[in-house]
């Protein structure tokens, strides 16, 4: 599927979407096939705030709760942890007195120069 990432703007005409994004130099404007797999920046939408009346409101709301049961999904685990192991402890590193022996070291010990 096409793909368009950190839309700032997305437009839905017909069977396309054009999506504008940010880039370095200014922006992009895409025109993508549906169906498309598109993410968005922060700046796409402006957050509604909740008003003290409505959440009000909400709290005097039932709450309804499902188990997964209820809607016929199996959540038992399906995988089986074999083995963990922490990585290897590293070397605690040293400290030279002058460049000389930094070079030194790293010709004749680390073999990297």
């Known amino acids: 599927w096409p793909q368009a990432t950190n839309a700032s703007k997305v437009e839905v005409t017909g069977g396309t979407v054009k999506v504008t ?28 705030y909740a008003t003290l009346p409505n959440i009000m409101k909400a709290k005097k709301k039932p709450l309804d709760t499902t188990s997964p049961a209820d809607l016929g999904v199996d959540v038992a685990p ?36």
């Not at 994004?21 to 939408?45: K, M, S």
């Open 21 to 48: 994004r940010e880039i370095d130099g200014g922006l992009e404007t895409l025109e993508l096939d549906l169906p498309a797999v598109i993410t968005t920046d922060l700046r796409l939408n402006e957050p509604r």
């Open 78 to 113: 399906r995988l089986t942890l074999v083995e963990a192991t922490d990585p290897p402890e590293r070397a605690p590193g040293i400290k030279v007195a002058d460049v000389a022996t930094l070079v030194d070291k790293l010709k004749n010990e680390a073999k990297v120069i």
